[in-house]
């Protein structure tokens, strides 16, 4: 099966951003690549404290940018073992927003959802931004599922 990915983001929506991806591999693969730090590190972003904790803070580090040190601080909102995970995502003091994986077991694998809620009217090239993140990262996570064992 190849991977299907389709971003589900209406162009006129504000308030969030949602992909689907589907894929080739069961939902406790999946699971792992979302909550081990040093896979989460592979494709997402540098993840240091990660815990499965309701409540655990956690942050996600990027190169700096001009307005931006690089720093996504995350909180776990919610943790249903190889079904849910969402925790927020603030950048700095400009965004503040939740992001959601829901895994779904198929006949082929799994079917993942992202969604990244949150965003005010106002944010919209920081949702742009992170449309274009969540493909690129998207891409990263397939990449690093046909590599795990």
């Avoid at 309701?54 to 776990?76: D, H, I, N, S």
Wanted: contains cysteine; aromatic residues 8%.
């Amino acid at each position: 099966m190849t991977t299907t990915v389709r971003d589900l983001s209406a162009t006129e929506e504000t308030e969030s951003i949602r992909f689907e991806f589907d894929l080739a591999h069961p939902p406790e693969k999946v699971w792992r690549a979302l909550t081990e730090e040093n896979l989460v590190s592979e494709w997402l972003l540098p993840a240091r404290g990660l815990r499965l904790e309701p409540g655990a803070a956690f942050t996600l580090t990027a190169p700096a940018q001009e307005g931006w040190e690089g720093t996504v601080q995350c909180r776990l909102l919610e943790i249903e073992e190889h079904r849910r995970l969402s925790y927020s995502w603030v950048v700095g003091d400009f965004l503040d927003t939740v992001v959601t994986f829901t895994l779904e077991a198929t006949d082929t694998g799994t079917r993942l959802q992202v969604v990244q809620s949150g965003f005010r009217p106002d944010q919209k090239q920081n949702r742009g931004g992170a449309r274009y993140g969540w493909r690129l990262m998207g891409g990263r996570l397939v990449d690093l599922l046909g590599r795990m064992t």
